[in-house]
């Protein structure tokens, strides 16, 4: 019914940038809040940043200052964008987002599929 397809991951340089995009689509009625996720190896899957209907975020103190989470309401797309990276930073991203399919259903959890993030030293 809903997909999230991730977008922009791929090899950088410490120091360097990226800019992550999430596009949904699907049977859409109404997005809550969007947000970023990552996964390192052999970690749990943590919160980086979330971005809410009314532009409110919230970001995991690891990426303060370095990351910025944005969104277009209308493109149904929530962006990443990503500085001064750390081979700590080194993570499969995923994307998330409340979606409500239809009018009054509830709001329902979906993820991307992960797009890889890889920081070299």
């Known amino acids: 019914q809903v997909q999230l397809v991730e977008s922009g991951g791929g090899l950088v340089q410490a120091g360097g940038s990226l800019r992550l995009s999430c596009a949904a689509s699907g049977s859409i009625f109404s997005i809550n809040a969007m947000g970023w996720y990552r996964q390192a190896p052999g970690k749990q899957r943590e919160l980086v940043a979330v971005i809410r209907s009314g532009a409110s975020t919230n970001y995991a103190d690891s990426v303060k200052g370095r990351f910025t989470i944005s969104r277009d309401n209308a493109k149904n797309t929530v962006y990443l964008q990503m500085n001064s990276l750390t081979p700590e930073d080194t993570a499969v991203y995923y994307c998330?987002?409340?979606?409500?399919?239809?009018?009054?259903?509830?709001?329902?959890?979906?993820w991307g599929k992960g797009t890889l993030v890889t920081v070299a030293s």
């Open positions: 998330n987002a409340e979606v409500a399919t239809r009018v009054w259903s509830k709001y329902m959890d979906y």
